[in-house]
C-alpha cells in the first residue's frame, strides 16, 4: 500500500481557526439536524434506510422508528453515523458564515493550483452532498454545467461517474447565471481521515475529488490545512484532530440520540447544557412528528443572516465576498 504520511505541524500545514461559537443554540441545531438528515436520506443505512419507504411511509415519525426496530439498532448504526453522519454535518456547516475560514481558505487553494485569477465564477457557492448513497444528491447533475478541473493528467470527467462515487460538491457560479456554474468535488472521512493521504484512496472511483475533508484519531483539538500530491495531482486536505470541537461534538450529539432511542424522551437523562438540552426537548416534544416537519422545524434554529436559501434539499448559496 502506497500511504503517505502527512505532518500537518510542519510549515506546510495551515492553521484553520472557526473562532468563539456565538450562537450555540444554532450550532447544536446543525448537529442534530444532520443526525436527522442522515437517518432520513442515507440510502446505504442498513437501518431505517429505505425500509419505511418500502413499507409505503416514507414520512416517518422517531415514535414509529423506535418502535418498529430492534432494541438496539442504534447501538448497531452508530459507528457508521459518525462516518456517514458527518457527511452530512458538514455540508450543512460549510454553507454557514461561521465554516468561511475553511470554505474561503478552499477556495482560494484552488485557485493557486488552477491559475484562477478570479474568474467571474467565483462570486458565489453552495456546498451540496453527492453519491448515490444519499437521496439529497438527487438533481445534482442539473445544479451546475461542468466539472472542475476540464482535466487531471490526462483524465477528463465523467460527470455521472464523479456525482456518483464522491462525497460533496463544491459550486461555483455567477450571481444569477443558469449557465455558468461549475461543480468542484471532494471526500469526507468521519472515522478513517488517515485514508485521505493514501494514493490508492483516489486511484480509480475518487479520482476526481481534489479536496478532502477528514477526522485523524490522534491527539490534539487543531484543524489543519495543506496541499498534497498524489499520483502527480495536487490536492487540498483539511484534517480535523481527534478532539478538534466539530468532530467531538458531533460523536456527543449522536450520544444523546442513542441515550433518547434507548431511554425515550421521557427517560432520557437531564443535560446540563441549557442550548443542548432545549433541543433535547424539542426532539422529545416532536416524537411523534414526521420526519419531514421535524427537519423543517430545525431549520428554523438558524439565523436568517447565516443563510440565503434554506437547509435541506435546497441548498444554501453564500456570498463570497460577505464579511
Same mark, same amino acid.
Given at each position: 500500500?502506497?500511504?503517505?504520511?502527512?505532518?500537518?505541524?510542519?510549515?506546510?500545514?495551515?492553521?484553520?481557526?472557526?473562532?468563539?461559537?456565538?450562537?450555540?443554540?444554532?450550532?447544536?441545531?446543525?448537529?442534530?439536524?444532520?443526525?436527522?438528515?442522515?437517518?432520513?436520506?442515507?440510502?446505504?443505512?442498513?437501518?431505517?434506510?429505505?425500509?419505511?419507504?418500502?413499507?409505503?411511509?416514507?414520512?416517518?415519525?422517531?415514535?414509529?422508528?423506535?418502535?418498529?426496530a430492534e432494541p438496539n439498532f442504534f447501538s448497531n448504526i452508530i459507528d457508521y453515523l459518525?462516518?456517514?453522519?458527518?457527511?452530512?454535518?458538514?455540508?450543512?456547516?460549510?454553507?454557514?458564515?461561521?465554516?468561511?475560514? =475553511?470554505? !474561503?481558505? /478552499?477556495?482560494?487553494?484552488? $485557485?493557486? #493550483?488552477? @491559475?484562477? %485569477?478570479?474568474?467571474?465564477? *467565483?462570486? +458565489?457557492?453552495?456546498?451540496?452532498?453527492?453519491?448515490?448513497?444519499?437521496?439529497?444528491?438527487?438533481?445534482?447533475?442539473?445544479?451546475?454545467?461542468?466539472?472542475?478541473?476540464?482535466? =487531471?493528467? !490526462?483524465? /477528463?470527467?465523467?460527470?455521472? $461517474?464523479? #456525482?456518483? @462515487?464522491? %462525497?460533496?460538491?463544491?459550486? *461555483?457560479? +455567477?450571481?444569477?447565471?443558469?449557465?455558468?456554474?461549475?461543480?468542484?468535488?471532494?471526500?469526507?472521512?468521519?472515522?478513517?481521515?488517515?485514508?485521505?493521504?493514501?494514493?490508492?484512496?483516489?486511484?480509480?472511483?475518487?479520482?476526481?475529488?481534489?479536496?478532502? #475533508?477528514?477526522?485523524?484519531?490522534?491527539?490534539?483539538?487543531?484543524?489543519?490545512?495543506?496541499?498534497?500530491?498524489?499520483?502527480?495531482?495536487?490536492?487540498?486536505?483539511?484534517?480535523?484532530?481527534?478532539?478538534?470541537?466539530v468532530a467531538r461534538d458531533f460523536s456527543y450529539t449522536l450520544s444523546w440520540f442513542h441515550?433518547?432511542?434507548?431511554?425515550?424522551?421521557?427517560?432520557?437523562?437531564?443535560?446540563?447544557?441549557?442550548?443542548?438540552?432545549?433541543?433535547?426537548?424539542?426532539?422529545?416534544?416532536?416524537?411523534?412528528?414526521?420526519?419531514?416537519?421535524?427537519?423543517?422545524?430545525?431549520?428554523?434554529?438558524?439565523?436568517?443572516?447565516?443563510?440565503?436559501?434554506?437547509?435541506?434539499?435546497?441548498?444554501?448559496?453564500?456570498?463570497?465576498?460577505?464579511?
Open positions: 500500500m502506497d500511504r503517505i504520511q502527512l505532518d500537518f505541524s510542519s510549515n506546510l500545514a495551515t492553521p484553520i481557526n472557526f473562532g468563539l461559537i456565538e450562537n450555540q443554540k444554532k450550532y447544536w441545531a446543525t448537529h442534530f439536524y444532520s443526525v436527522l438528515q442522515c437517518l432520513r436520506y442515507h440510502v446505504n443505512m442498513r437501518y431505517p434506510g429505505k425500509h419505511f419507504e418500502r413499507m409505503g411511509n416514507p414520512d416517518w415519525t422517531l415514535a414509529i422508528l423506535r418502535g418498529d459518525n462516518n456517514w453522519g458527518l457527511q452530512y454535518f458538514i455540508v450543512n456547516f460549510l454553507n454557514s458564515r461561521r465554516a468561511a475560514p =475553511l470554505a !474561503d481558505d /478552499l477556495i482560494e487553494r484552488i $485557485k493557486d #493550483i488552477y @491559475n484562477v %485569477d478570479t474568474p467571474h465564477w *467565483l462570486t +458565489e457557492r453552495e456546498f451540496r452532498m453527492a453519491g448515490s448513497d444519499s437521496a439529497l444528491s438527487s438533481g445534482l447533475g442539473l445544479a451546475f454545467g461542468r466539472v472542475f478541473p476540464q482535466k =487531471l493528467l !490526462d483524465e /477528463l470527467p465523467d460527470k455521472k $461517474k464523479i #456525482i456518483k @462515487n464522491s %462525497d460533496l460538491c463544491l459550486i *461555483l457560479s +455567477e450571481p444569477g447565471s443558469e449557465t455558468e456554474k461549475v461543480g468542484i468535488f471532494g471526500e469526507v472521512e468521519g472515522v478513517h481521515g488517515y485514508k485521505l493521504s493514501q494514493a490508492d484512496y483516489y486511484d480509480t472511483s475518487k479520482y476526481y475529488s481534489i479536496f478532502s #475533508i477528514g477526522v485523524y484519531t490522534e491527539k490534539g483539538s487543531g484543524l489543519y490545512a495543506e496541499n498534497i500530491t498524489l499520483n502527480g495531482v495536487t490536492r487540498i486536505v483539511y484534517k480535523f484532530q481527534a478532539d478538534h470541537h441515550n433518547l432511542f434507548h431511554q425515550t424522551p421521557r427517560g432520557r437523562t437531564e443535560c446540563r447544557d441549557d442550548d443542548f438540552n432545549f433541543l433535547l426537548n424539542f426532539i422529545g416534544e416532536n416524537w411523534h412528528t414526521p420526519i419531514s416537519e421535524v427537519l423543517f422545524r430545525l431549520r428554523q434554529f438558524f439565523d436568517s443572516d447565516d443563510t440565503v436559501n434554506s437547509f435541506g434539499v435546497s441548498p444554501i448559496i453564500t456570498s463570497l465576498q460577505a464579511t
